[in-house]
């Protein structure tokens, strides 16, 4: 029977969701979406790739200098799936770019799908991308796509069409052309209209409707002020590369930038951050720098990934412990230890999994810095180890670079792939590293790892053998370097331990005499604040008279006395009472400043300002009160002196004044013997406790000995266990000799520094005050410089920034002219600007070395200036500038650029406090004085404590003030023989400042 051919044949469709499945749904996130992204652009030769959010318009523009696409490459690659453009190719290069294009790149793109990572970012795209090849530079290439097509069930994908636009190369896409493909994807959309259900078509084309803008406008605002080197990838002129504007961006991304705080990065800072490596100091540019600019809604823009953000080759050149090395075919690791500012000593380690053969994973290097976790234990300054913990806190990790570029999710601080804080929780001291205080990477190659292979959906490496292998190297390094190097016992550990337990006395030191002196600092710092309160109250004046009032009586009553020597015993008895009554106002306003401890800069400041007004107040109350008593006895001595016993009158004071000394003296002798017995008792039991903690460790090492069982061993062994016991003898004697010699050496100070007249507790006292001030010196020396530093570049950018505003505003004045709406906003703009000129005038004194001179300025001058700068102010609060007729007349030779900022200064501070203070009625007058001009408003006054330290920078009692520009005027006058003073201080008093004006002698 003959039997019919029935085979057929079928064909394997594809549904356009597989696009959605391949891109999208393979991409964990939009932060593994953008790090897809940047490998893309890596892989095109770009040497720059940039991402700005723009918060308010809800847009995403990924921005890279690549060499492009071609019309023919976006069809026939880029919008193909799987394509063969990347496979097989090991390393290419970009010849016709230039010398970086000559060197090779490993290609990082293998699938031919992380293009379509650009749909986890958001539903629509628009792609611009200008080809650059050998023959030179070609047209614009422009497309829109809406992923939301993909999402479809039942749609083929042969039935979507992607709208694509050719324009002249060097030139950007109008709204008109945007327009146009937004047509053509709906016309496409309608032809489709019984595949996609009415909700979704409404839903892209309202996405559609947002890609309705100008593309040139919005890109050009990227690079606005921005330095030439600055400037973002173009594509005008001669510019290549390719651009995605994604509008609306998924809500996903907000949250994500939300997530990020100061002690906690967002999960999109640690995908994108260090996507080159830029780590060491002496390791080559990366081929590719990244940005991610956040423009968010109050219009400040953080860049999230930019150099700065990432670890520095300075940061990694001062980390406390820095291990580096290479590690063989075999795994075994051969590389330096330093620990910290010592020498590097080498390290070599065998890996116990080799047994002899090759690795699967091959030949790497690992380079890392650790920062200890106690500032007291690291080398680092105070501030900078705060700066690197917190940047550790957010980001420190041990990362991983192939050829160059990031391997995620290594890195990321809660991808602790080499278990380093499951061992550490097990026992810190014994495993020492936290994966947070690391900061380092390893670094791979394709030619050396290729068995080392990425999951699909960029989640690190799949867990073959090879990978096993590498990590089992890592975690041997080191568990064996904290066993080597780190551990209390550790036989390379010595100088690490020595090192780190002079930290640790040295803070134990400091912590013990911080508690000694804390409740001498603080009853000291109350004395003061009581006093000074006091002060400011009037009270030594209501004191003072009171008791003159009351001891005048007694004199009146005295001197009427009949009986000459009742008389001479209540006179007697009356000198007795004023003595004892002006001794207490004294010692009532007397503060005496603690011995060997170091004073605070708020402290050493509010001592002076106490010894200053002490003076003034002994000079004008004390000594007076003292002088009106002795000249009411004289002439009470005068009038009835015949009928007194003169020399028992003398003599009866004397003995009274001796008693007072007699007492204080036996007080004093009684209080030093037993603060000499207190001492000897505690050195008796300090060494008591000393002799018997060494008897009972050398005890407990004997006893471990006895315990011992040294049969079976060897004579290495023997040796081996013979030096354990020596050292832990020697450590033991150690610690307790060298205490009590250290105690010997302090009684043998003490000794001698009595015997010379000094006590110790100056000294001390006298060397913390030192330590402090050059502290804080070198503190505001670095302030300054800061300062320095950004007023410079503020003054360079100003330079170009305000001639080309001032040019544009004068190229509006004709539309102004015709324009009535517009000439009244010209109006404001070319009025305010013209104020903002006024204060940018306030940076004449940086170039006052170069370019100034004494010119003559008349106070009515000065007034004119002031008006110019504040009058819109003055109007405002009501303030009002009064100035003298004398000074208005008042003539001067001087530098502008000194002084003028001195009055802004003073006037800015009294704006302030006259607003500040709710005042009426507010004025700043200016007058001359005789050694200069007054500067005066009647705003709150200022404290007699704080006439001095006002001018100490960084003090400051306005909220949220920077405590800089009263220092900075002073500094400025003094410079050059002028000065700035605050006058008769008080809060109850105005605020009064004199510009004390330089001498003929001085300026000459």
């Given amino acids: 029977m003959l039997m019919m051919d029935s085979t057929t044949t079928a064909s394997i469709k594809v549904r356009a969701r597989a696009v959605d499945m391949l891109g999208r749904q393979q991409i964990a996130g939009i932060p593994t979406a953008l790090h897809e992204l940047f490998k893309n652009a890596y892989d095109a030769f770009a040497r720059r790739v940039e991402v700005d959010v723009l918060v308010q318009r809800r847009v995403l523009i990924l921005r890279d200098d690549g060499f492009g696409m071609t019309e023919a490459d976006f069809r026939e690659r880029w919008l193909t799936l799987g394509t063969e453009s990347k496979v097989g190719q090991a390393e290419s290069t970009a010849d016709w770019l230039g010398e970086y294009g000559k060197i090779p790149r490993r290609i990082l793109g293998e699938k031919g799908i992380g293009r379509l990572a650009i749909a986890a970012i958001g539903p629509a795209v628009l792609v611009f991308t200008r080809a650059s090849r050998p023959d030179g530079l070609h047209d614009l290439v422009v497309s829109l796509i809406h992923w939301g097509l993909f999402e479809i069930p039942g749609l083929d994908l042969d039935g979507i069409r992607i709208p694509i636009l050719t324009l002249p190369g060097g030139s950007l896409p109008e709204e008109s052309d945007i327009q146009q493909l937004i047509d053509v ?65 998924d809500l996903v991304l907000d949250s994500d930038l939300s997530e990020e705080t100061e002690a906690e990065a967002s999960k999109l800072e640690k995908f994108l951050i ?51 090395g290479h590690f063989d075919e075999y795994g075994q690791f051969i590389g330096t230890v330093k620990i910290y500012d010592r020498p590097p000593v080498p390290y070599t380690l065998n890996w116990p999994g080799s047994r002899g053969d090759k690795s699967l994973c091959g030949a790497f290097d690992i380079r890392f810095g650790y920062m200890q976790g106690y500032q007291h234990q690291s080398l680092l300054p105070k501030e900078e180890w705060a700066r690197i913990d917190a940047k550790l806190k957010r980001i420190g990790g041990l990362y991983l670079y192939r050829d160059g570029v990031r391997i995620l999710p290594y890195g990321n601080n809660d991808y602790d792939f080499l278990n380093i804080e499951k061992r550490r929780n097990l026992a ?20 050396q790892n290729s068995a080392l292979q990425e999951k699909a959906g960029r989640e690190g490496f799949r867990e073959n053998l090879a990978y096993r292998q590498f990590k089992d190297m890592l975690e041997n390094l080191l568990k064996s370097l904290a066993i080597d190097f780190f551990r209390p016992n550790a036989p390379l550990g010595e100088e690490f331990q020595r090192i780190k337990s002079e930290m640790d006395l040295r803070k134990d030191v400091l912590e013990k005499r911080e508690k000694l002196v804390k409740v001498r600092k603080d009853k000291f710092k109350e004395s003061l604040d009581l006093f000074f309160d006091k002060v400011e109250k009037g009270k030594p ?119 007072v000394i007699k007492k204080k003296a036996t007080r004093g002798e009684r209080e030093a013997r037993e603060g000499l017995t207190r001492a000897r008792d505690s050195i008796t039991k300090g060494i008591s406790t000393c002799v018997t903690r060494l008897h009972n460790e050398v005890a407990t090492v004997l006893s471990d ?21 020596e050292r832990r003898l020697d450590k033991a004697a150690e610690h307790e000799v060298r205490f009590l010699e250290k105690l010997r050496e302090q009684m043998d100070d003490l000794a001698e520094a009595i015997t010379a007249g000094v006590l110790p507790d100056d000294v001390t006292s006298a060397l913390e005050d030192s330590n402090r001030e050059l502290t804080e010196e070198m503190e505001e020396s670095l302030h300054w410089a800061q300062v320095g530093m950004a007023l410079g570049m503020v003054q360079h950018e100003f330079n170009g920034v305000v001639r080309k505003i001032k040019q544009d505003i004068g190229l509006l004045q004709p539309w102004a002219k015709g324009t009535p709406a517009l000439r009244e906003l010209f ?18 004194p940086l170039d006052r070395r170069l370019y100034r001179q004494r010119v003559d300025l008349s106070g009515d001058e000065i007034r004119g ?36 900022p001195v009055f802004i200064n003073l006037v800015d501070n009294g704006c302030y406090w006259l607003t500040k203070g709710n005042v009426e009625n507010g004025y700043i007058r200016i007058d001359t004085h005789p050694d200069g001009i007054i500067v005066e408003n009647n705003g709150p006054g200022i404290e007699q404590r704080l006439a001095e330290r006002i001018f100490d920078f960084g003090f400051t009692t306005k909220e949220h003030g920077r405590g800089m520009g009263l220092s900075i005027a002073r500094r400025a006058l003094r410079h050059e023989g002028m000065d700035l003073q605050v006058i008769e201080p008080g809060s109850d008093k105005p605020s009064r400042f004199l510009i004390k004006l330089a001498s003929d002698e001085e300026k000459e």
């Fill in 705 to 725: 000995f006895e315990r011992t069982d040294v049969t079976g061993l060897n004579g290495e062994a023997v040796v081996e266990l013979r030096s354990t016991f």
């Fill in 865 to 900: 200036y002031l008006l110019s700068v504040f009058g819109d102010r003055f109007k405002r609060h009501g303030i009002s500038l009064d100035a003298t007729d004398e000074f208005r007349v008042f003539m001067l030779k001087t530098f502008p650029s000194t002084l003028l």
């Fill in 541 to 659: 004046g209501e004191e003072a008279e009171q008791i003159k009032a009351k001891f005048d009586t007694r004199f009146d009553a005295i001197a009427e006395l009949d009986d000459p020597d009742l008389m001479g015993e209540q006179l007697h008895w009356l000198e007795e009472e004023i003595r004892r009554s002006t001794d207490d106002l004294r010692q009532g306003y007397r503060v005496s400043r603690p011995q060997g401890i170091g004073l605070t800069k708020q402290m050493t400041s509010d001592w002076r300002a106490y010894r200053n007004i002490y003076s003034e107040l002994e000079e004008n109350r004390f000594t007076p009160l003292t002088a009106h008593f002795d000249g009411r006895l004289a002439k009470l001595l005068e009038r009835r002196g015949d009928a007194l016993n003169r020399r028992r009158l003398l003599r009866e004071a004397l003995e009274a004044k001796q008693q």
């Fill in 428 to 447: 810190a001291k014994d495993w020492y590293f936290s994966f947070r205080r690391i900061f380092g990477a390893i670094m791979v190659s394709y030619s």
């Fill in 185 to 249: 994807f709906c016309s496409n959309l309608r032809d489709l209209d019984k595949s996609i259900p009415f909700e979704m078509s409404e839903r892209i084309i309202a996405d559609l409707e947002q890609m309705n803008f100008s593309p040139r406008a919005v890109l050009q605002s990227l690079d606005q002020g921005k330095h030439e080197d600055e400037v973002g990838p173009s594509l005008l002129d001669d510019g290549h590369g390719t651009f995605f504007i994604v509008r609306p961006y």
């Fill in 274 to 324: 260090g996507f080159g490596n830029t780590i060491f100091p002496d390791f080559p540019q990366p081929p590719i720098m990244a940005a991610f600019r956040h423009h968010r809604a109050d219009a400040q823009i953080i860049d999230y990934i930019g150099e700065r953000a990432f670890f520095t080759p300075e940061e990694y050149s001062t980390a406390d412990q820095i291990i580096e």
């Fill in 827 to 844: 109006g404001d703009l070319r009025t305010g600007f013209s104020h903002l000129e006024e204060y940018l005038r306030l940076f004449a």
